[in-house]
């Protein structure tokens, strides 16, 4: 228990007590009150917050699943050497910074961007796609930054199925289509529903992307939060939003555990 103690008092120290403090003012502080949470359930502008960054979590994850799973499928397939290069090439966007990121997309999607004036040079277009600014412009920074997490949550499931249950069902006679569809698609559903899990954890949480490359209409739950820290000074209600996103987490959090105790789709742990 010694060895453990340093360790369990700066967690305590930097996150326990913090953690506590922002609950004791999201419920009034000093004067204990439920208004915050009311206002967040009744008000029009928070609940669109909530139903916004739940939205653009799901829209953001299901888009990393389906980029995701084949470049995963892929990189099983390669021998381990060529899988080494592969994977480094995967994680080269974790070597930037993610406000290095979200600037690069207003190059690339900006009205004068990189896809605008190919568009304009190659069809004659005039004007430009909306693709800055707005709901598209989040989503595609988000999937982009959560890609990896999904790749390696499903390859690490992938790498876990024996090549023999493969060859046995082509002995058997079976497609290419069904041995995926019947045999290694079912056997990776623990690492899809952990990347699934994951991304959508993260994406709850994200700040600079939807700051930087969303409009007035999709704002995120983090956004609202520094909002009132820096603008309204209004802590109590900050707190508050921040209590709601830690639950909402929270939840996801749950859902990992039980897939990982391989008890989300009933099975015994």
Same mark, same amino acid.
């Given at each position: ?5 340093? $360790?369990?008092? /700066? ?5 326990? /007590?913090?953690?506590?403090?922002? =609950? ?5 502080? @000093? @004067? ?8 967040? *359930? ?6 669109? =917050? ?26 099983? $397939? ?33 009205? @004068? ?9 190659? !069809? ?14 989040? =989503? ?15 390859? $690490?499931?992938?790498? !876990? ?30 690492? =899809? ?17 939807? *700051?930087? /490359? ?34 909402? !987490? ?6 990992? $555990? ?12």
């Amino acid at each position: 228990m010694r060895f453990i103690a340093p $360790a369990l008092v /700066l967690l305590v120290a930097a996150f326990l /007590l913090p953690l506590l403090y922002v =609950v004791y003012l999201s419920f009034g502080g @000093s @004067s204990p009150s439920l208004e915050k949470y009311a206002a967040i *359930a009744t008000e029009p502008l928070y609940r669109q =917050v909530l139903l916004n960054s739940v939205y653009i979590s799901v829209v953001s994850t299901g888009l990393t699943l389906l980029l995701g799973y084949p470049i995963a499928y892929h990189l099983e $397939a390669q021998p381990p050497r060529r899988r080494t290069v592969l994977m480094i090439l995967v994680l080269m966007p974790f070597w930037t910074s993610i406000l290095v990121k979200s600037f690069a997309f207003t190059v690339i999607l900006g009205k @004068s961007g990189i896809i605008n004036s190919f568009l304009q040079w190659a !069809t004659g277009m005039e004007g430009h796609l909306p693709m800055l600014f707005n709901r598209f412009g989040v =989503v595609v920074g988000m999937t982009h930054f959560l890609l990896p997490f999904m790749v390696f949550t499903v390859l $690490a499931s992938l790498l !876990t199925q024996g090549p023999e249950l493969r060859r046995a069902a082509n002995v058997m006679g079976a497609t290419r289509l069904t041995i995926f569809w019947r045999i290694i698609f079912p056997l990776s559903l623990p690492g =899809v529903m952990a990347g699934i899990l994951i991304c959508m954890i993260m994406s709850m949480a994200m700040f600079i992307t939807p *700051a930087l /490359l969303g409009g007035r209409g999709d704002l995120m739950i983090s956004n609202l939060v520094e909002f009132h820290v820096r603008d309204t000074l209004d802590w109590e209600m900050a707190s508050a939003l921040a209590v709601c996103l830690l639950a909402i !987490t929270g939840v996801f959090c749950i859902g990992i $555990a039980r897939v990982r105790g391989g008890q989300l789709f009933g099975e015994e742990g």
